[in-house]
């Protein structure tokens, strides 16, 4: 199968997806917070009247003959076996990839089958008898196990892992390479292991031979006493990461990612010869950013949307530093922004003052924009709406063609100013109206920012370029 992504805007031609799957109905409060969750979510509704409607715009535009027949009003939640993928009747498109029929796969042979089972059961601390009894269960019922932790009994063997719907986090495609991660958060690697097995084994990935990148613990780490042992150091999840121009990839350095880890997987591409440029952007490392792409994302060549406080709103703040100096508690956040790249056989390094230089420099630069770059901001950057609009994933939009990305429907602010720049709002609902009535043509499409229903998928914490692992783009 055909890998290949050096870009963020490039059509959009295969991906991997996760439906939410039933383990995130069985996340209890007392641990929400734990397993990265703001809230406890209602399943069914944010299965069938909001991510059903992500699927559908997919399939609309990446595989439009699996929907074509497939009408809104015929599937109510009993009948939605379409879009479940434990079903027989799920959709199986080649170009909208689900993990777990990926990982089904792999399961099916043996060796893999106990391999895998024993690498869970030793990460999960299961009891070696549990371990003889994942080993009896069939295909579909282990499968089940081993992403949400509980059997068709209904017994839990181990948590689920509901973050699994944010598949971008889980790896990235750099042109025809593959970065995985190694995860910060506990809740997160039972995911990042799963991921391992598909890449390194469905046949799917076979031309992924010897292009899979992995971020190694430093061998400091193992010396270093228990109470310092607890944090990982070199940690990086893909949410970070982003291939935003051939040659050119961005590592965000935050709560999840450590400087240590992406500084190794630049060293490692550097050394394949896989990129000439790489620039590294520090964001504050709290729970409201996260990701770099929580705090911005491409939309077209020319066109960004980010978060105000973190761009030159911020260079401006600084002017306060006076006042600072005398006493007054700091308020700009600050962002540190390194690009290193190879000219003439030698590493370069050099700065950036703040995030809209950058993406400036990407759009004219890199991808050779001949237009004015526009920065659309999060809350239209009026206090306090930029912040409470990132926090909902406002600056994390996955774009499916140049111009045409999928976000939430509770940002307004945001919706407001992405309309001033000239785009078309609609509504995910409607638009799969259109395509069902034939009144508009997925291929027809332009300049569009679709709105996905979102209360229940926000309270995750991720927006749908986090739901995404784009394994397919059309090349720059
Ligand atoms: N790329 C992303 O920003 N992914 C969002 C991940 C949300 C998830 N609840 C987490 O905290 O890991």
Redesign the pocket.
């Known amino acids: 199968m055909n890998i290949y992504v050096d870009s963020e805007i490039n059509q959009l031609e295969r991906l991997i997806i996760h439906s939410p799957d039933s383990g995130l109905g069985k996340v209890v409060p007392s641990k929400a917070q734990d397993w990265?969750?703001e809230d406890i979510v209602h399943l069914k509704t944010m299965r069938q009247n909001e991510y059903d409607y992500y699927v559908r715009i997919l399939l609309y535009f990446l595989d439009p003959d699996k929907i074509k027949n497939v009408r809104q009003a015929k599937v109510g939640y009993e009948n939605r076996k379409f879009f479940n993928p434990e079903k027989e009747e799920y959709f199986m498109s080649d170009k909208v990839l689900e993990f777990e029929r990926l990982l089904a796969d792999i399961l099916k042979e043996s060796r893999l089958r106990r391999q895998l089972i024993a690498a869970v059961s030793a990460i999960e601390e299961c009891s070696y008898q549990e371990m003889l009894d994942f080993e009896k269960m069939d295909l579909k019922e282990l499968t089940k196990v081993l992403i949400t932790g509980i059997n068709a009994k209904e017994e839990m063997f181990f948590p689920p892992v509901p973050?699994l719907i944010?598949t971008?986090?889980i790896g990235i495609v750099i042109n025809d390479h593959i970065l995985l991660n190694r995860p910060a958060?506990m809740a997160?690697s039972r995911e990042s292991l799963l991921a391992k097995y598909v890449f390194f084994n469905h046949p799917y990935f076979e031309d992924l031979k010897g292009k899979i990148i992995e971020v190694e613990e430093n061998e400091e780490h193992f010396l270093l006493p228990e109470e310092e042992q607890n944090s990982r150091l070199d940690t990086l999840?893909?949410?970070d990461v982003m291939m935003v121009a051939p040659n050119h990839l961005l590592i965000g350095i935050s709560e999840r990612t450590s400087l240590e880890a992406a500084r190794q997987a630049m060293r490692k591409l550097f050394d394949k010869k896989v990129l000439t440029k790489v620039s590294l952007v520090k964001i504050p490392a709290k729970r409201d950013y996260?990701?770099i792409?929580?705090i911005f994302t491409q939309i077209k060549k020319n066109v960004w949307v980010l978060l105000s406080s973190l761009g030159r709103a911020a260079e401006k703040q600084k002017k306060d530093r006076i006042w600072e100096e005398l006493g007054q508690k700091e308020k700009a956040e600050k962002l540190v922004i390194k690009q290193f790249y190879i000219e003439n056989d030698k590493e370069k390094a050099k700065s950036f003052e703040n995030l809209e230089d950058l993406l400036d420099d990407i759009s004219k630069n890199d991808l050779h924009s001949d237009q004015e770059t526009v920065f659309v901001y999060s809350g239209n950057g009026e206090f306090p709406y930029g912040a409470r609009e990132q926090w909902t994933d406002s600056c994390?939009l996955l774009v499916i063609k140049e111009g045409v990305a999928i976000g939430y429907d509770r940002n307004d602010k945001t919706s407001e100013a992405f309309e001033a720049a000239g785009f078309q709002i609609k509504h995910a609902t409607d638009l799969v109206c259109e395509f069902e009535d034939g009144l508009t043509d997925p291929d027809e499409v332009e300049n569009t920012i679709i709105l996905l229903p979102s209360a229940e998928l926000s309270r995750?914490?991720?927006g749908s370029?986090?739901m995404s692992l784009p394994i397919l783009r059309k090349p720059v």
């Open positions: 990265l969750f973050n944010f971008r986090d958060k997160r999840e893909g949410g996260m990701h792409d929580t994390n995750a914490r991720g370029h986090c």
